[in-house]
């Protein structure tokens, strides 16, 4: 069946460390790929996308996020994190351009101290 | 930079009520959708909307849910006899027509069904 994985629920980062979030999709092609953050209580903003090309891309607020289709995987990363970066992120798929966004579960970011 | 609105930002009903939430997608977007999110849990797709007809329906769409494009600018999600579980946030979003678009949402309308 067509999925989106984020096998982490919560992760808790110091503020100035790193952060990868994972994300792995189970689809028959490669789809469009998403990450999308969520404040408290607010909308959803897109942080960054790919769709074909260069592996490695680049987003809003210092994000980049990493295709690997032989691990079926978009991984997103930040090299410095901000306590302004706690809040949840989605990874989204679709499989064509006007298709449903498919969600995974979330991944809910806390910054400590 | 065109955002998708969302009105009303909260609405709190009465089981068995109808409710209207409205949406203002992008002007010059054709596309449109309706998610959900219950508290604490993923975001799921309602329905998608084009060319003033549902493109696709998820099995939450049942027959108490239904969308309409009444005017040039306003997309709405009526559900006509709200549930206690269809207490939730719920999220416009609109796309365009190029090739790789992608859908940008609106705040949400947090509905609460008491």
């Known amino acids: 069946a067509q999925s989106v994985t984020q096998p982490d629920i919560h992760i808790t980062v110091s503020e100035g460390a790193s952060l990868e979030l994972r994300c792995n999709y189970s689809y028959g092609a490669t789809p469009y790929l998403f990450w999308y953050v969520q404040s408290p209580g607010q909308g959803l903003q897109l942080l960054l996308k790919y769709f074909s090309g260069d592996t490695l891309v680049q987003g809003i607020k210092g994000f980049e996020a990493e295709f690997k289709r032989s691990q079926s995987s978009f991984n997103l990363r930040k090299p410095s994190v901000h306590w302004s970066d706690a809040a949840e992120y989605f990874c989204?798929?679709?499989?064509?351009?006007?298709?449903?966004?498919?969600f995974g579960t979330g991944t809910r970011l806390l910054v400590s101290p | 930079e065109p955002e998708v609105t969302q009105t009303p930002s909260h609405q709190v009903t009465q089981m068995g009520q109808e409710v209207i939430l409205r949406c203002v997608p992008i002007?010059?977007?054709?596309?449109f959708y309706w998610y959900r999110q219950i508290l604490g849990q993923k975001v799921e797709f309602l329905v998608s909307?084009?060319?003033?007809?549902?493109?696709?329906k998820s099995e939450i769409f049942d027959d108490q849910f239904s969308v309409e494009r009444p005017d040039g600018s306003n997309f709405t999600l009526k559900i006509r006899s709200t549930k206690l579980e269809d207490s939730a946030m719920y999220f416009c979003a609109s796309i365009g027509t190029g090739a790789q678009e992608t859908q940008y949402f609106g705040p949400g309308t947090r509905l609460l069904v008491l």
């Open positions: 909307f084009y060319n003033n007809e549902i493109s696709e």
């Open positions: 989204a798929v679709v499989l064509t351009g006007f298709q449903k966004l498919v």
């Open positions: 002007s010059n977007h054709l596309y």
